[in-house]
Nanobody
Framework: FQLQASGGGLVQPGGSLRLSCATSGAFLDYYAVGWVRQAPGKEREWVSC????????SYAESVKGRFTILRDTAKNTVYLQMNSLEPEDTAVYHC?????????????????????WGEGTLVTVSS
């Protein structure tokens, strides 16, 4: 199983970016997949996740209403559409997968022990 994030870059405040997480195998069938970010000098912060439960998506309060997570099962890819970006969104965004249901990711003690962890993509929001 692999997770490969892409789509980061430099964007002005108020702009948009779409991140992609390419997965392999049957990740999306068995695991919740989501995004965890880490800004310089800060702890990892959960952003959003998606699974196949009745309420399949969940978002951190800091991004709710601005970010949307989507899944394309045919392409084994999870997307994070980020709108109205703010300088505080600047971070390395990692794609992660875990056996914990997406609805409980906000209750995890930390995000350093995810079942699967991918290399990140840097998002810089600056004028």
């Amino acid at each position: 199983f692999q997770l490969q994030a892409s789509g980061g870059g430099l964007v002005q405040p108020g702009g948009s970016l779409r991140l992609s997480c390419a997965t392999s195998g049957a990740f999306l069938d068995y695991y919740a997949v989501g995004w965890v970010r880490q800004a310089p000098g800060k702890e990892r912060e959960w952003v959003s996740c998606i699974d196949e439960s009745i309420t399949p998506t969940s978002y951190a309060e800091s991004v709710k209403g601005r970010f949307t997570i989507l899944r394309d099962t045919a392409k084994n890819t999870v997307y994070l559409q980020m709108n109205s970006l703010e300088p505080e969104d600047t971070a390395v965004y990692h794609c992660a997968a875990d056996g914990t249901a997406c609805g409980s990711w906000n209750l995890l003690a930390d995000y350093y022990n995810m079942d699967f962890w991918g290399e990140g993509t840097l998002v810089t929001v600056s004028s």
